[in-house]
Nanobody
Framework: QVQLVESGGGLVQTGDSLRLSCAAS????????MGWFRQAAGKEHEFVAGISATGGRTYYADSVKGRFTISRDNAKNTVYLEMRSLKPEDTAVYYCAARPALGSGIYYGAGQYTYWGQGTQVTVSS
C-alpha cells in the first residue's frame, strides 16, 4: 500500500510559478513510477507528466512541455512538479499517482496507476 499526499497548490496569477509536492508513505517508493494528472471542472483526468522509478526518464503532455518539470527524491519519498509560466488553462485539481514500475517505464493513462492522492487545487487568475 502507498499513500500519497499532495501539497503546494494555491491561487496565483498568469505567469507565476508554483511547485507541487507529493509525499509517499512506504519503504518501496523507489520501485514506483509516478505521474501527475489534473482535472479541470467538468473535464476528465488529463495526464500532465510522468517519471520513471529511478527518475531517469520523464515525459510531458504537449500542453505543459517546456513549462513544467517533474522530478523525484527517492530518499525523501517525494515527487515534485515545478510549474512555470502558468496560464489560466492550467487551473485544475492536480493529483499525483503511483504504480509499481516495470523497468524504466513511464505510464500515461490514468487507468494504469494504482494509487492516487487526494489532489491539490491550482487556480491561475488572468
Amino acid at each position: 500500500q502507498v499513500q500519497l499526499v499532495e501539497s503546494g497548490g494555491g491561487l496565483v496569477q498568469t505567469g507565476d510559478s508554483l511547485r507541487l509536492s507529493c509525499a509517499a508513505s512506504g519503504r518501496t517508493f523507489s520501485t514506483y513510477a509516478m505521474g501527475w494528472f489534473r482535472q479541470a471542472a467538468g473535464k476528465e483526468h488529463e495526464f500532465v507528466a510522468g517519471i520513471s522509478a529511478t527518475g531517469g526518464r520523464t515525459y510531458y503532455a504537449d500542453s505543459v512541455k517546456g513549462r513544467f518539470t517533474i522530478s523525484r527524491d527517492n530518499a525523501k519519498n517525494t515527487v515534485y512538479l515545478e510549474m512555470r509560466s502558468l496560464k489560466p488553462e492550467d487551473t485544475a485539481v492536480y493529483y499525483c499517482a503511483a504504480r509499481p514500475a516495470l523497468g524504466s517505464g513511464i505510464y500515461y493513462g490514468a487507468g494504469q496507476y494504482t494509487y492516487w492522492g487526494q489532489g491539490t487545487q491550482v487556480t491561475v487568475s488572468s
